[in-house]
């Protein structure tokens, strides 16, 4: 059963930057798509980016230019590195990950990132 584990989350000021973690394990990771969502404070979970097994990505509109995703296949881990944060990008973020053949899908528990001065 894959198991998700997301850190470094926190609270940062505007205009600074965080990288978050989400350490995979529980499957053969090369064969899983991975992502990142996030849930604002009263509002639905959204997609922020996603990176196939190829190394594809693609973003949301308001993480495009700002933030980037990547992934480590030897260390089973994808990465969010964000940066210009603005106060809207307060939310859980939560990490996914989908088998590229059997669609099974998985999230972690979700990490707190709050931009705020």
């Known amino acids: 059963q894959v198991q998700l584990e997301e850190s470094g989350g926190g609270l940062v000021q505007p205009g600074g930057s965080l990288r978050l973690s989400c350490a995979f394990s529980?499957?053969?990771?090369?064969?899983?798509?991975m992502a990142w969502y996030r849930q604002p404070p009263g509002k639905q979970r959204e997609l922020v980016a996603r990176?196939?097994?190829?190394?594809?990505?693609n973003y949301s509109d308001s993480a495009k230019g700002r933030f980037t995703i990547s992934r480590d296949n030897a260390k089973r881990t994808v990465n969010l590195q964000m940066n210009s944060l603005k106060p809207e990008d307060t939310a859980v973020y939560y990490c996914?990950?989908?088998?590229?053949?059997?669609?099974?899908?998985?999230w972690g528990q979700g990490t707190q990132v709050t931009v705020s001065s």
């Open positions: 996914n990950t989908q088998h590229v053949r059997y669609g099974q899908s998985s």
């Open positions: 529980g499957g053969t990771f090369r064969f899983y798509d």
């Open positions: 990176i196939s097994t190829s190394d594809s990505t």
